[in-house]
């Protein structure tokens, strides 16, 4: 009971550390809430405010009482790190930018809470506590920092922690973001012990470090985004350009299936037209003839049309391959004709066409 007692102690007169601890909770749930269940963000919260008493007898114990406060809200930072390590192993790189970005802005508050005391606590009568301002400012900070990441960050940063990129980037903002926080750690603490009645132009510098650094995170982490938004870009043109190419390939197989579908009616028609008129003549022998001959039609169809006769196509056709196959030059010449004068059928076939007159095929066998 004693040691619960100065849990709420400290959480009665410190609400800064209530604000990080529980804001801190809630920008983890933003980001990492899909790898986690959701009784961890309870449970951390408990186990952040069971430490306080001794991370509050630690630093107290080194630093004056005056500053223990936001010393406590330092160690609480770390202590909540090492919980979040602990639980959260994957993406290493990602999760210490996502932590000591948070420290940074843990300290920013602290230090515009230090600026705001003075004027705060002249308009309240000088009765302002230094812890109360500090609170104030970090509440207003966590505030907009997890309207910002719920409504516009959280899809973007969820996405981006669990992005594999190469391990140069994470390593190289990751060492940025951990040696600042150090850097800022080591001059508020150590080297100034910053407290409201420190001087104003070292606290303005350090707020301004501190911008410096999340200004310098943020360009990292934007020029990532978009570096990996134009990386889908690209692989999605690229991938359209595929789709586009073999659609392409569909429609030309198809076009030219049905241009031999067509080739094949074509022909079929002109062989029907001529069996047809051998029929009538009563050539019964040389339609047999004429329909043997057509056994290897599938071998020796030719791969573009003739003309848009059937009847001189299949005739081409049909002939073709016993040419080629005795190795006889097959040569035609095919010329549209022009219209004039019926020619007398009592006149021979060569007189009426002599070779290479138009609207006549002229057949030479060499």
């Known amino acids: 009971m004693t040691y619960l007692m100065q849990v709420w102690e400290i959480i009665w007169h410190s609400p800064g550390i209530v604000i990080v601890a529980v804001g801190g909770i809630l920008v983890y749930a933003c980001f990492l809430r899909p790898r986690w269940k959701w009784w961890c963000y309870p449970v951390m919260a408990a186990l952040s405010f069971m430490a306080l008493p001794l991370l509050s007898d630690l630093f107290t114990a080194v630093y004056h009482q005056q500053n223990a406060s936001s010393i406590v809200i330092v160690g609480l930072g770390y202590w909540i790190s090492i919980l979040v390590l602990m639980t959260f192993r994957d993406h290493f790189g990602a999760i210490i930018i ?10 920013l508050g ?4 230090y600026i705001l005391h003075i004027p705060l606590n002249a308009a309240l009568g000088g009765n302002l506590a230094i812890n109360l301002s500090a609170a104030l400012a970090l509440g207003v900070m966590y505030t907009l920092i997890l309207l910002v990441s719920w409504l516009m960050l959280r899809e973007k940063g969820r996405r981006l922690i669990q992005t594999l990129l190469p391990r140069y980037n994470w390593a190289a903002v990751a060492g940025f973001a951990f040696f600042a926080k150090l850097i800022i750690d080591f001059c508020s603490n150590f080297a100034f012990r910053l407290n409201p009645s420190s001087d104003i132009k070292i606290i303005w510098a350090m707020i301004a470090v501190c911008l410096f650094s999340l200004a310098f995170l943020g360009l990292y982490l934007y020029v990532i985004m978009s570096t990996l938004k134009h990386s889908e870009l690209k692989a999605a043109a690229n991938r359209l350009i595929f789709e586009k190419e073999a659609q392409q390939r569909y429609y030309e197989a198809q076009l030219h299936n049905q241009e031999a579908l067509f080739r094949m009616k074509h022909d079929m028609n002109g062989h029907l037209s ?40 299949a005739v081409l056709t049909n002939y073709a391959a ?12 095919i010329q549209a004709g022009k219209y004039g004068a019926a020619p007398d059928r009592n006149e021979p076939v060569a007189e009426q066409c002599p070779e290479k007159s138009p609207g006549c095929l002229a057949t030479r066998l060499v």
């Open 98 to 107: 996502l932590l000591t970005t948070q420290g940074i802005f843990n300290r």
């Open 274 to 313: 001529t069996v047809a008129q051998l029929l009538q003549e009563d050539n019964l022998d040389e339609a047999v003839l004429y329909l043997a001959s057509l056994g290897d039609y599938a071998e020796s169809r030719q791969q573009k049309l003739s003309s848009d006769d059937p009847y001189l196509n």
């Open 322 to 333: 016993p040419f080629a196959e005795n190795d006889t030059t097959f040569e035609h010449d």
């Open 110 to 113: 602290t230090f515009c809470g």
